[in-house]
Protein backbone atom coordinates (compact mmCIF):
# COMPACT_ATOMS: atom_id res chain seq x y z
CA UNK A 1 0.00 0.00 0.00
CA UNK A 2 1.32 3.64 -0.42
CA UNK A 3 0.57 6.84 0.42
CA UNK A 4 -0.22 9.73 -2.00
CA UNK A 5 1.41 12.27 -2.11
CA UNK A 6 -1.19 14.62 -3.94
CA UNK A 7 -3.52 14.11 -0.85
CA UNK A 8 -4.62 17.18 0.16
CA UNK A 9 -5.71 18.92 3.31
CA UNK A 10 -8.21 21.15 4.81
CA UNK A 11 -5.89 22.42 7.62
CA UNK A 12 -6.72 21.60 11.24
CA UNK A 13 -5.32 24.45 12.56
CA UNK A 14 -6.33 28.29 12.09
CA UNK A 15 -6.53 31.68 13.89
CA UNK A 16 -9.99 32.53 14.69
CA UNK A 17 -11.76 34.63 12.08
CA UNK A 18 -15.47 35.52 11.27
CA UNK A 19 -17.69 33.65 9.84
CA UNK A 20 -17.10 33.48 6.03
CA UNK A 21 -20.42 32.73 4.10
CA UNK A 22 -20.81 30.19 1.32
CA UNK A 23 -19.20 31.43 -2.39
CA UNK A 24 -21.83 32.90 -4.47
CA UNK A 25 -21.54 30.66 -7.11
CA UNK A 26 -22.17 27.45 -4.81
CA UNK A 27 -25.56 26.89 -2.94
CA UNK A 28 -24.89 24.58 -0.51
CA UNK A 29 -28.01 22.28 0.32
CA UNK A 30 -26.47 19.54 1.96
CA UNK A 31 -28.04 15.91 2.93
CA UNK A 32 -26.61 14.81 6.18
CA UNK A 33 -26.77 10.83 6.84
CA UNK A 34 -26.23 10.11 10.11
CA UNK A 35 -27.00 6.75 12.41
CA UNK A 36 -26.41 9.08 15.54
CA UNK A 37 -28.12 12.36 16.23
CA UNK A 38 -29.27 15.10 18.61
CA UNK A 39 -30.59 14.28 21.51
CA UNK A 40 -28.35 11.24 21.86
CA UNK A 41 -24.96 12.67 23.24
CA UNK A 42 -20.79 12.06 21.79
CA UNK A 43 -18.87 13.72 20.23
CA UNK A 44 -20.29 12.45 16.72
CA UNK A 45 -23.60 14.14 17.62
CA UNK A 46 -22.36 17.14 18.93
CA UNK A 47 -19.97 17.68 15.90
CA UNK A 48 -22.68 17.18 13.09
CA UNK A 49 -24.69 19.37 15.42
CA UNK A 50 -21.98 22.04 14.58
CA UNK A 51 -21.82 21.22 10.62
CA UNK A 52 -25.63 22.17 10.62
CA UNK A 53 -25.72 25.24 12.40
CA UNK A 54 -22.30 26.08 10.59
CA UNK A 55 -23.92 25.58 7.35
CA UNK A 56 -27.07 27.67 7.94
CA UNK A 57 -25.17 30.19 9.05
CA UNK A 58 -22.93 30.51 5.97
CA UNK A 59 -26.50 30.81 3.90
CA UNK A 60 -26.77 26.88 3.30
CA UNK A 61 -29.43 24.39 3.90
CA UNK A 62 -29.52 20.53 5.41
CA UNK A 63 -31.86 18.10 5.93
CA UNK A 64 -30.06 15.72 8.63
CA UNK A 65 -31.41 11.83 7.78
CA UNK A 66 -31.07 9.77 11.13
CA UNK A 67 -32.68 7.06 13.07
CA UNK A 68 -35.76 7.76 15.24
CA UNK A 69 -35.09 8.36 19.10
CA UNK A 70 -37.34 7.70 21.80
CA UNK A 71 -36.25 11.27 23.19
CA UNK A 72 -35.65 13.46 20.10
CA UNK A 73 -38.72 16.14 19.56
CA UNK A 74 -39.95 17.16 15.84
CA UNK A 75 -37.85 19.27 13.92
CA UNK A 76 -38.66 20.07 10.39
CA UNK A 77 -34.78 20.11 9.39
CA UNK A 78 -34.23 16.50 10.24
CA UNK A 79 -36.01 13.13 8.73
CA UNK A 80 -35.95 9.72 11.32
CA UNK A 81 -36.09 6.32 10.03
CA UNK A 82 -37.64 3.47 11.94
CA UNK A 83 -34.88 1.70 13.79
CA UNK A 84 -33.90 -0.79 16.82
CA UNK A 85 -32.02 -0.52 19.84
CA UNK A 86 -27.94 -2.20 18.68
CA UNK A 87 -27.63 -4.81 20.96
CA UNK A 88 -24.66 -4.70 22.37
CA UNK A 89 -24.97 -0.48 22.69
CA UNK A 90 -28.64 0.07 23.80
CA UNK A 91 -27.95 3.61 23.59
CA UNK A 92 -27.24 3.48 19.90
CA UNK A 93 -30.22 3.26 17.11
CA UNK A 94 -29.79 1.07 13.80
CA UNK A 95 -32.03 1.49 10.78
CA UNK A 96 -32.02 0.24 7.08
CA UNK A 97 -34.25 2.76 5.36
CA UNK A 98 -36.09 1.99 1.57
CA UNK A 99 -34.21 3.49 -1.08
CA UNK A 100 -37.63 4.83 -2.19
CA UNK A 101 -38.66 6.27 0.98
CA UNK A 102 -34.85 7.86 1.05
CA UNK A 103 -34.95 9.56 -2.15
CA UNK A 104 -38.61 10.84 -1.94
CA UNK A 105 -37.10 12.60 1.09
CA UNK A 106 -33.73 13.35 -1.11
CA UNK A 107 -36.58 14.95 -4.46
CA UNK A 108 -38.43 17.22 -1.86
CA UNK A 109 -35.36 18.81 -0.23
CA UNK A 110 -33.04 19.35 -3.52
CA UNK A 111 -29.29 18.62 -2.22
CA UNK A 112 -26.27 19.78 -3.96
CA UNK A 113 -24.52 17.29 -2.11
CA UNK A 114 -24.74 14.25 -0.10
CA UNK A 115 -22.17 13.12 3.20
CA UNK A 116 -22.60 10.35 4.88
CA UNK A 117 -21.31 10.10 8.56
CA UNK A 118 -21.48 6.57 9.20
CA UNK A 119 -20.85 3.33 6.40
CA UNK A 120 -23.49 1.52 7.98
CA UNK A 121 -27.31 1.40 8.01
CA UNK A 122 -28.97 5.05 6.99
CA UNK A 123 -25.17 6.49 5.17
CA UNK A 124 -25.19 3.15 3.41
CA UNK A 125 -29.11 4.03 2.11
CA UNK A 126 -27.60 7.98 1.71
CA UNK A 127 -24.52 6.33 -0.37
CA UNK A 128 -27.06 4.41 -2.60
CA UNK A 129 -29.32 7.22 -3.22
CA UNK A 130 -27.05 9.65 -4.35
CA UNK A 131 -25.37 7.27 -6.64
CA UNK A 132 -29.04 6.49 -8.37
CA UNK A 133 -29.54 10.73 -8.54
CA UNK A 134 -26.55 11.48 -9.69
CA UNK A 135 -25.87 13.71 -6.77
CA UNK A 136 -22.21 14.13 -5.57
CA UNK A 137 -21.48 12.03 -2.56
CA UNK A 138 -18.57 12.37 0.13
CA UNK A 139 -18.24 10.99 3.32
CA UNK A 140 -16.66 10.87 6.94
CA UNK A 141 -14.46 8.66 9.31
CA UNK A 142 -15.48 8.86 12.32
CA UNK A 143 -15.02 5.26 14.47
CA UNK A 144 -11.56 3.88 14.17
CA UNK A 145 -12.27 0.56 12.63
CA UNK A 146 -8.98 -1.37 13.10
CA UNK A 147 -9.06 -0.42 16.95
CA UNK A 148 -12.68 -1.64 17.73
CA UNK A 149 -11.41 -4.60 15.79
CA UNK A 150 -8.29 -4.77 17.97
CA UNK A 151 -10.50 -3.99 20.91
CA UNK A 152 -13.05 -6.58 20.38
CA UNK A 153 -10.85 -9.57 19.22
CA UNK A 154 -12.46 -9.38 15.89
CA UNK A 155 -8.72 -9.23 13.82
CA UNK A 156 -9.99 -12.00 11.58
CA UNK A 157 -12.60 -10.01 10.35
CA UNK A 158 -10.25 -6.68 9.46
CA UNK A 159 -9.33 -7.41 5.92
CA UNK A 160 -13.00 -8.08 4.61
CA UNK A 161 -13.87 -5.18 6.52
CA UNK A 162 -11.30 -2.74 5.49
CA UNK A 163 -12.46 -4.05 1.81
CA UNK A 164 -16.03 -2.76 2.94
CA UNK A 165 -14.62 0.83 4.04
CA UNK A 166 -12.74 0.84 0.94
CA UNK A 167 -15.67 0.08 -0.91
CA UNK A 168 -17.90 2.43 0.77
CA UNK A 169 -15.50 5.40 0.98
CA UNK A 170 -14.25 5.10 -2.51
CA UNK A 171 -17.38 5.54 -4.24
CA UNK A 172 -17.26 9.43 -3.51
CA UNK A 173 -15.34 12.92 -4.19
CA UNK A 174 -13.91 13.32 -0.70
CA UNK A 175 -13.29 11.38 2.72
CA UNK A 176 -13.36 13.67 5.66
CA UNK A 177 -10.67 12.42 8.86
CA UNK A 178 -10.64 14.25 11.57
CA UNK A 179 -6.43 13.85 12.15
CA UNK A 180 -3.38 13.35 10.12
CA UNK A 181 -3.22 9.82 11.99
CA UNK A 182 -6.49 8.77 10.60
CA UNK A 183 -5.75 10.12 7.04
CA UNK A 184 -2.81 7.86 6.82
CA UNK A 185 -4.58 4.75 8.03
CA UNK A 186 -6.84 5.38 5.55
CA UNK A 187 -4.73 5.78 2.61
CA UNK A 188 -2.42 2.76 4.02
CA UNK A 189 -6.08 0.74 3.14
CA UNK A 190 -6.32 2.40 -0.18
CA UNK A 191 -9.04 4.49 0.63
CA UNK A 192 -8.52 7.71 -1.88
CA UNK A 193 -9.75 11.89 -1.64
CA UNK A 194 -9.11 11.96 1.65
CA UNK A 195 -9.38 15.20 3.24
CA UNK A 196 -8.53 16.69 7.16
CA UNK A 197 -11.98 18.35 8.61
CA UNK A 198 -10.35 18.67 12.28
CA UNK A 199 -12.56 20.03 15.21
CA UNK A 200 -12.27 23.02 17.26
CA UNK A 201 -13.24 24.32 20.81
CA UNK A 202 -15.48 27.13 22.08
CA UNK A 203 -12.78 28.82 24.27
CA UNK A 204 -15.49 31.19 25.52
CA UNK A 205 -17.93 28.31 26.99
CA UNK A 206 -14.72 26.27 27.83
CA UNK A 207 -12.09 28.53 30.42
CA UNK A 208 -10.46 28.36 33.24
CA UNK A 209 -12.36 31.24 34.72
CA UNK A 210 -15.69 28.97 34.79
CA UNK A 211 -13.78 27.23 37.90
CA UNK A 212 -15.64 27.05 40.81
CA UNK A 213 -14.93 26.20 44.62
CA UNK A 214 -18.92 26.12 45.23
CA UNK A 215 -18.97 23.37 42.45
CA UNK A 216 -15.81 21.39 43.76
CA UNK A 217 -17.74 21.31 47.27
CA UNK A 218 -21.36 20.67 46.48
CA UNK A 219 -21.19 18.27 43.05
CA UNK A 220 -17.77 16.34 43.89
CA UNK A 221 -17.35 16.77 47.78
CA UNK A 222 -13.98 18.37 47.16
CA UNK A 223 -11.96 21.11 49.11
CA UNK A 224 -9.13 23.66 48.15
CA UNK A 225 -6.07 20.39 48.48
CA UNK A 226 -8.35 18.18 47.03
CA UNK A 227 -6.82 16.69 43.81
CA UNK A 228 -9.76 15.94 41.96
CA UNK A 229 -9.56 13.82 38.64
CA UNK A 230 -11.93 14.18 35.94
CA UNK A 231 -12.67 12.27 32.63
CA UNK A 232 -15.33 12.97 30.20
CA UNK A 233 -17.33 10.85 27.72
CA UNK A 234 -19.25 7.78 27.30
CA UNK A 235 -18.81 4.84 29.43
CA UNK A 236 -18.22 2.49 27.56
CA UNK A 237 -15.80 -0.69 27.65
CA UNK A 238 -14.00 0.55 24.55
CA UNK A 239 -13.05 3.74 25.99
CA UNK A 240 -10.27 2.43 27.94
CA UNK A 241 -12.51 2.64 31.46
CA UNK A 242 -10.59 -0.18 33.02
CA UNK A 243 -7.49 1.07 32.45
CA UNK A 244 -8.45 4.51 34.05
CA UNK A 245 -10.06 3.12 37.23
CA UNK A 246 -7.42 0.84 37.62
CA UNK A 247 -4.61 3.22 37.71
CA UNK A 248 -7.11 5.55 39.82
CA UNK A 249 -6.98 2.80 42.40
CA UNK A 250 -3.19 2.75 41.89
CA UNK A 251 -2.84 6.98 42.40
CA UNK A 252 -4.71 6.41 45.71
CA UNK A 253 -2.94 3.99 47.00
CA UNK A 254 -0.19 6.14 46.27
CA UNK A 255 -0.60 9.39 47.77
CA UNK A 256 -1.63 10.97 51.13
CA UNK A 257 -3.34 13.74 49.80
CA UNK A 258 -7.43 13.71 49.46
CA UNK A 259 -8.59 12.57 45.85
CA UNK A 260 -11.75 12.78 44.19
CA UNK A 261 -12.24 11.07 40.72
CA UNK A 262 -15.04 12.22 38.56
CA UNK A 263 -16.78 11.05 35.69
CA UNK A 264 -19.17 12.40 33.44
CA UNK A 265 -20.91 10.70 30.77
CA UNK A 266 -23.49 7.96 30.52
CA UNK A 267 -23.13 4.54 28.54
CA UNK A 268 -23.19 0.63 28.81
CA UNK A 269 -20.51 -0.04 30.84
CA UNK A 270 -22.04 2.30 33.42
CA UNK A 271 -22.57 -0.37 36.32
CA UNK A 272 -19.44 -2.04 35.72
CA UNK A 273 -17.36 1.43 36.36
CA UNK A 274 -19.11 1.96 39.56
CA UNK A 275 -18.84 -1.43 40.88
CA UNK A 276 -15.05 -1.19 40.02
CA UNK A 277 -14.60 2.69 40.90
CA UNK A 278 -11.81 3.31 43.67
CA UNK A 279 -13.48 5.25 46.85
CA UNK A 280 -14.04 8.89 46.03
CA UNK A 281 -15.58 8.16 42.75
CA UNK A 282 -17.79 10.11 42.06
CA UNK A 283 -20.45 9.33 38.82
CA UNK A 284 -21.90 12.38 37.68
CA UNK A 285 -24.29 11.45 34.44
CA UNK A 286 -24.10 13.32 31.35
CA UNK A 287 -23.38 16.95 32.23
CA UNK A 288 -24.06 20.04 29.73
CA UNK A 289 -23.70 23.96 29.32
CA UNK A 290 -22.38 25.55 32.08
CA UNK A 291 -22.04 22.03 34.54
CA UNK A 292 -19.67 20.48 32.22
CA UNK A 293 -17.98 23.70 31.62
CA UNK A 294 -17.74 24.31 35.53
CA UNK A 295 -16.19 19.98 36.16
CA UNK A 296 -14.11 21.03 33.44
CA UNK A 297 -12.46 24.59 34.78
CA UNK A 298 -12.78 22.99 38.68
CA UNK A 299 -10.96 19.48 38.57
CA UNK A 300 -7.19 19.54 38.55
CA UNK A 301 -6.20 16.46 36.04
CA UNK A 302 -7.43 15.01 32.96
CA UNK A 303 -7.21 11.42 32.44
CA UNK A 304 -8.28 10.28 29.01
CA UNK A 305 -7.38 6.00 28.52
CA UNK A 306 -8.88 5.70 25.06
CA UNK A 307 -6.65 3.77 22.29
CA UNK A 308 -9.90 3.75 20.28
CA UNK A 309 -11.07 7.62 19.72
CA UNK A 310 -10.52 9.24 16.34
CA UNK A 311 -10.13 12.55 17.92
CA UNK A 312 -11.01 12.90 21.38
CA UNK A 313 -13.21 16.51 21.40
CA UNK A 314 -13.00 16.07 25.20
CA UNK A 315 -9.63 16.77 24.84
CA UNK A 316 -9.75 20.09 23.19
CA UNK A 317 -12.43 21.36 26.01
CA UNK A 318 -10.01 20.11 28.70
CA UNK A 319 -6.98 22.33 26.94
CA UNK A 320 -9.66 24.90 26.78
CA UNK A 321 -10.18 24.93 30.57
CA UNK A 322 -6.52 25.03 31.72
CA UNK A 323 -6.85 21.31 32.73
CA UNK A 324 -3.70 19.17 32.20
CA UNK A 325 -4.22 15.86 30.59
CA UNK A 326 -2.75 12.56 31.39
CA UNK A 327 -3.20 10.30 28.41
CA UNK A 328 -2.99 6.85 27.06
CA UNK A 329 0.08 7.40 23.81
CA UNK A 330 -1.61 6.82 20.79
CA UNK A 331 -1.57 8.19 17.33
CA UNK A 332 -4.67 10.12 17.11
CA UNK A 333 -4.33 11.78 20.68
CA UNK A 334 -0.47 12.27 20.02
CA UNK A 335 -1.00 14.38 16.86
CA UNK A 336 -3.07 16.81 19.43
CA UNK A 337 -0.55 16.42 22.64
CA UNK A 338 2.69 16.71 20.71
CA UNK A 339 5.32 18.05 22.67
CA UNK A 340 3.55 17.93 25.44
CA UNK A 341 1.16 20.37 24.49
CA UNK A 342 -1.31 20.52 27.47
CA UNK A 343 -0.42 17.08 28.64
CA UNK A 344 1.58 14.04 28.82
CA UNK A 345 1.20 10.53 26.75
CA UNK A 346 2.08 7.23 28.78
CA UNK A 347 2.01 3.66 27.29
CA UNK A 348 -1.68 2.29 27.52
CA UNK A 349 -0.59 0.82 30.57
CA UNK A 350 -2.28 1.52 34.20
CA UNK A 351 0.85 1.54 36.22
CA UNK A 352 2.58 4.25 34.34
CA UNK A 353 -0.59 6.37 33.73
CA UNK A 354 -0.70 6.30 37.62
CA UNK A 355 2.61 7.13 37.75
CA UNK A 356 1.40 10.28 35.44
CA UNK A 357 -1.30 11.28 37.55
CA UNK A 358 0.87 11.14 40.59
CA UNK A 359 3.56 12.97 39.19
CA UNK A 360 1.34 15.90 38.46
CA UNK A 361 -0.37 15.59 41.36
CA UNK A 362 2.55 16.16 43.40
CA UNK A 363 3.94 19.29 40.77
CA UNK A 364 1.79 22.27 40.71
CA UNK A 365 4.36 24.21 38.71
CA UNK A 366 4.58 21.62 35.76
CA UNK A 367 0.24 21.38 36.19
CA UNK A 368 0.53 25.20 35.78
CA UNK A 369 2.88 25.17 32.20
CA UNK A 370 1.08 22.78 30.86
CA UNK A 371 -2.12 24.42 31.98
CA UNK A 372 -0.81 27.47 29.58
CA UNK A 373 0.23 25.22 26.88
CA UNK A 374 -2.88 23.85 26.68
CA UNK A 375 -4.92 26.59 26.78
CA UNK A 376 -2.50 28.51 23.75
CA UNK A 377 -3.27 25.36 21.49
CA UNK A 378 -6.69 25.29 22.01
CA UNK A 379 -6.84 28.66 21.17
CA UNK A 380 -5.28 27.80 17.99
CA UNK A 381 -8.33 25.73 17.23
CA UNK A 382 -11.28 27.83 16.13
CA UNK A 383 -14.44 26.22 15.10
CA UNK A 384 -15.28 29.03 12.52
CA UNK A 385 -11.93 28.67 10.98
CA UNK A 386 -12.73 24.99 10.87
CA UNK A 387 -15.83 25.13 9.04
CA UNK A 388 -14.94 27.87 6.83
CA UNK A 389 -12.61 25.63 5.67
CA UNK A 390 -14.64 22.49 5.18
CA UNK A 391 -17.25 24.33 3.48
CA UNK A 392 -14.60 26.05 1.38
CA UNK A 393 -13.80 21.80 -0.16
CA UNK A 394 -17.81 21.24 0.13
CA UNK A 395 -17.83 24.21 -3.15
CA UNK A 396 -14.65 22.48 -4.40
CA UNK A 397 -16.46 19.35 -4.55
CA UNK A 398 -20.25 20.67 -5.91
CA UNK A 399 -18.33 22.41 -8.74
CA UNK A 400 -16.15 19.90 -9.99
CA UNK A 401 -19.20 17.28 -9.76
CA UNK A 402 -20.95 19.94 -11.83
CA UNK A 403 -17.95 19.73 -14.36
CA UNK A 404 -17.96 15.57 -14.22
CA UNK A 405 -21.64 15.08 -14.44
CA UNK A 406 -21.62 15.56 -18.28
CA UNK A 407 -18.69 12.49 -18.43
CA UNK A 408 -20.81 10.29 -16.02
CA UNK A 409 -17.97 9.67 -13.54
CA UNK A 410 -20.33 10.18 -10.66
CA UNK A 411 -22.62 7.33 -11.65
CA UNK A 412 -19.33 5.11 -12.73
CA UNK A 413 -17.86 5.62 -9.61
CA UNK A 414 -20.31 5.29 -7.27
Known amino acids: MTSRALTHAVPIVHEPRAV ?9 RLALFTDTALPQLNGVTRTLDRLARAVRARGGEVLTLTTTDDGATYDPAVRRFPSLSFWAYPQLRIAAPSGPAVMRELRAFGPTLVHAATPFGVGLAGRAA ?9 SSYHT ?55 RGVDTKRFSPRHRSQA ?8 YPDTIVVASVGRLAAEKGLDLALDAMRQMRERTNVPIVFAFAGDGPYAATCRAKA ?27 PSRTDTFGNVLLEAMASGLPIVAADVPSTRELLRNGEGGVLVPA ?16 KRRAELSARG ?40
Not at 20 to 28: I, K, M, P, R, S
Not at 130 to 138: E, I, N, T
Not at 349 to 364: E, I, K, P, Q, Y
Request: hydrophobic residues 45%; proline residues 2%.
Open 130 to 138: AQRMGLPFV
Open 20 to 28: AALNEDVEL
Open 144 to 198: SFSAYAAFYGLGLLSEPGWRYLRWFHNGGLRTYCPTRAVQHELESHDVQRTRIWG
Open 375 to 414: RATAAQHSWGAVFDALLSDYAAVVRSAKRSASSGWLASSA
Open 349 to 364: DSGMMADGLVTLARDT
Open 278 to 304: PTGTRFLGRLEGAELAALYASADLFVF
Open 215 to 222: FRESRLGA
